[in-house]
């Protein structure tokens, strides 16, 4: 790993680390099909993304997670650069068919101890575990017998999460069920530019249903056999702004609040789904039986939320972001840093929330390698930014717990491949020579300055 000159910002860094609280949590975040590979090795079993990638067209360079950033084999040496980053939390997803590769039936115990040893070697290295359970690599099979929208797939997510659980569940600060089930609704199963690629509104909005369900079942379960790590969801979240002031585009930009959010954090915290989107699905809603509202309410310890970018929306059709005079990152989304403390006060305002973790925030960059060093000077500029928007929202009254910098390095990007980097470690994926970005030594010098603070803070409070 080459490592460049430290960037020193220790003056510029001070008044943002002194924003933060001592005990809050900082961290780096991947998933299980963007970085680990050996994807038939050890007996893993085929997920919807390992099938999705062999369709023509659908990923951008053609690639697939088969190698990624072969985090498999390497993941040692992965979670000494997570240690070296001085984060005190790390949170990645395990893979369901590699742990249980038909997504029912018998467990790959060769599977599971990997997640055992990334555990167990992170607490040897001090950083805390954070455990993503679905992180979209469905087991291939499930998909075959229906995948996300049929109910069955509900109890395997729940057996899968208490194997899980008992295995990892008194090691890990928290169990996430799911990431970002819109995704998986819309992407996957509305546009379809997602695995498993299905294009129908309805099937949609019964996958939403049931990963809603699977997710509150699961918590139950958990708790039920005595699972000592917080639980949660976690949730890309965003504003919806309308692109002018007209009634339709107003109206517009009200149904994608309705469907983004609103569809997930009612029925977590009022046990109810939103009735205008209900009314303007139709038929295509999702049939819900007798108790499902109430499991998808049950009560979490954490809501973790995912923010990249505001949506910005025209009832003419889709927005072209360069219309805005914004900075646009790599994906052509505007770097939005205000969108993300409106967001977090809204939620603090319009539910009943646990603790809130920025689960994910980061930026994609045209990344240059040379002489050793990435200088990413954007990427630095946009993570300060949102950790200030995080700060501003703490003053309204926000109970903010933790940020999680996505993502830990370079890996594969979806049905972008891996045309965009998002790492504040750069990745080599030829030599797969890991080195860190100008940003990753920023966060590192950030994370001191909020350490050396945190230490000069007594540990309890002066009784008066
Ligand atoms: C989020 C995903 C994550 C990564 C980032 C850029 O939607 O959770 O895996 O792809 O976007």
């Known amino acids: 790993m080459l490592n460049p000159a430290p960037v020193d910002l ?13 005990d809050f949590v900082w961290g780096v975040a991947t998933s299980a099909y963007q970085i680990e590979g050996a994807a038939g090795e050890d007996g893993k079993g085929r997920s919807i993304w ?7 067209g659908v990923i951008a360079d053609g690639s697939n997670g088969d190698l990624a950033c072969d985090h498999y084999h390497r993941w040692s040496e992965d979670l000494d650069l997570v240690a070296s980053l001085g984060v005190n939390a790390y949170r990645f997803s395990v893979s369901w068919p590699r742990v249980r590769p ?8 060769k599977g599971v101890d990997f997640y055992e040893r990334v555990v167990d070697g992170l607490l040897e290295r001090g950083v805390t575990p954070y455990v993503t359970l679905n992180h979209w690599d469905l087991p291939q099979e499930l998909q075959a017998r229906g995948g996300w929208a049929d109910r069955e797939t509900v109890y ?9 659980a008992a295995r990892l569940g008194d090691r890990v600060a928290s169990i996430t069920t799911h990431n970002e089930p819109w995704v998986m609704s819309v992407l996957g199963h509305e546009t379809g530019i997602f695995a498993p690629g299905v294009k129908d509104r309805a099937v949609a909005m ?11 079942l699961a918590l139950q379960a958990l708790r039920a056999q005595g699972c000592k790590a917080g639980l949660g969801i976690v949730l890309n979240l965003a504003p919806m702004h309308p692109a002018t002031d007209t009634a339709a585009d107003r109206a517009s930009a009200q149904l994608e609040d309705g469907r983004l959010l609103r569809w997930y954090m009612d029925p977590l915290f009022k046990a109810t789904y939103p009735a205008d989107v209900l009314a303007h699905l139709g038929a295509d809603a999702p049939r819900v039986q007798a108790g499902d509202m109430a499991a998808i309410a049950t009560p979490m310890d954490f809501l973790g939320v995912n923010y990249y970018s505001r949506g910005v929306v025209s009832a003419a059709g889709p927005w072209d972001t360069k219309q805005s005079g914004l900075p646009l990152t790599d994906m052509d989304w505007e770097v939005y840093p205000e969108g993300l403390t409106e967001l977090l006060v809204r939620l603090h305002h319009d539910y009943p929330v646990p603790p809130l973790f920025v689960t994910e925030n980061g930026a994609a960059f045209k990344d240059q390698l040379s002489g050793g060093r990435v200088a990413d000077e954007r990427r630095i500029d946009y993570i300060g930014r949102h950790l200030e928007a995080v700060a501003e929202a703490m003053r309204q009254g926000v109970s903010m717990k933790g940020y999680m910098v996505w993502s830990l390095m370079d890996n ?10 998002f790492g504040i470690v750069y990745v080599d994926y030829a030599s797969q020579t890991r080195t860190l970005k100008d940003s990753a030594l920023w966060y590192r010098s950030f994370l001191r300055q909020h350490q050396g603070m945190a230490r000069s803070v007594p540990s309890s409070k002066p009784s008066s």
């Open 412 to 421: 594969f990007e979806w049905a972008s491949g891996f045309e965009k980097r």
């Open 50 to 56: 390992d099938s999705f990638c062999l369709l023509p």
């Open 156 to 164: 395997r997510f729940v057996e899968y999460a208490r194997g899980i």
């Open 206 to 216: 019964q996958v939403a249903h049931n990963l809603m369900l699977s997710h509150g």
């Open 10 to 22: 220790t003056d510029t860094l001070l008044p943002l680390a002194g924003q933060f609280p001592p």
């Open 102 to 109: 038909s997504g029912s039936g018998a467990w790959n115990n």
